[in-house]
């Protein structure tokens, strides 16, 4: 099952990637377009373990695979959905996992940083690393590991 591909001529689509707030995992569909990134919610899960909901990233690329070429106005008509300009992301960063980390994404924007991670240690962070450049060759797109 891919984690990234292309959605489209002008659309890159990152799957499985999660935020990480306080109380909860937050799973987002992100789809990289030129004039902006797209956040699409599929899922929250809470840190708890009696809380926490199992299947969650599979949830999360099935919904991306629904939406992966569903224009973007349609898709932020859902109030949980978000766009980010592209103008405001000053930077994207990949840094590859490890045996002892996950893979991470930091889009950052003006304002803040949105980062996420993979739940796949070995997830290969290269092929979105050399899309994104390819789709933001104005942007900074850097991949390190650590």
């Known amino acids: ?22 109380y909860s995992f937050v799973q987002e569909e992100l789809f990289f377009e030129p004039d902006r990134i797209v956040r699409i919610f599929a899922g929250e899960s809470y840190k708890s373990f009696l809380l926490r909901r199992d299947g969650r990233d599979e949830y999360a690329n099935d919904l991306g695979e629904e939406y992966r070429t569903v224009p973007a106005d349609t898709l932020l008509e859902e109030e949980k959905n978000e766009s980010v300009p592209i103008g405001e992301v000053g930077a994207i960063r990949l840094t590859a996992g490890s045996l002892l980390r996950k893979p991470k994404l930091v889009i950052e924007t003006v304002g803040r940083d949105l980062t996420y991670y993979h739940p796949s240690r070995k997830h290969d962070v290269s092929e979105l690393a050399a899309a994104l450049r390819e789709q933001y060759p104005k942007r900074t797109v850097g991949i390190k590991s650590e």
């Open 1 to 22: 099952m891919p984690s990234q591909t292309s959605a489209g001529e002008d659309r890159v689509w990152a799957s499985r990637w999660y935020r990480i707030t306080p």
